[in-house]
């Protein structure tokens, strides 16, 4: 099996940072792409930004500038640094990945238990 496994939230003033990490363990043999998502009370799941194997990356418009995404590869690490905080980036954060198995054909989602992050004053 494959578990991912978040840290790094918290609860934060408006204007500040935090930086949440996600380490997947497992049966791994390669992970694809990852990303990291987030769901307010009431909302529904969004992508708040996404990298894949080779480095690129994509935003949420609400994120971008603010929030940075990065992976180490050889770790099976996602992070995800998170600048300028506001009240509205509330909500419970969960990582994913993109999982390829050992012994497996094709790929598979797998999802972190989620972090809650705060933004209150």
């Known amino acids: 099996q494959v578990q991912l496994v978040e840290s790094g939230g918290g609860v934060v003033q408006p204007g500040g940072s935090l930086k949440l990490s996600c380490a997947a363990s497992?049966?791994?043999?390669?992970?694809?792409?990852m990303g990291w998502y987030r769901q307010a009370p009431g909302k529904q799941r969004e992508l708040v930004a996404g990298?894949?194997?080779?480095?690129?990356?994509n935003y949420a418009g609400s994120v971008k500038g603010r929030f940075t995404i990065s992976r180490d590869s050889a770790k099976n690490t996602v992070s995800l640094q998170m600048n300028s905080l506001k009240p509205e980036d509330t909500a419970v954060y969960y990582c994913s990945a993109d999982v390829t198995r050992w012994g497996q054909v094709g790929q598979s989602d797998y999802w972190g238990q989620g972090t809650q992050v705060t933004v209150s004053s």
């Open positions: 990298i894949t194997r080779g480095g690129s990356t």
């Open positions: 497992g049966s791994i043999f390669r992970i694809n792409d």
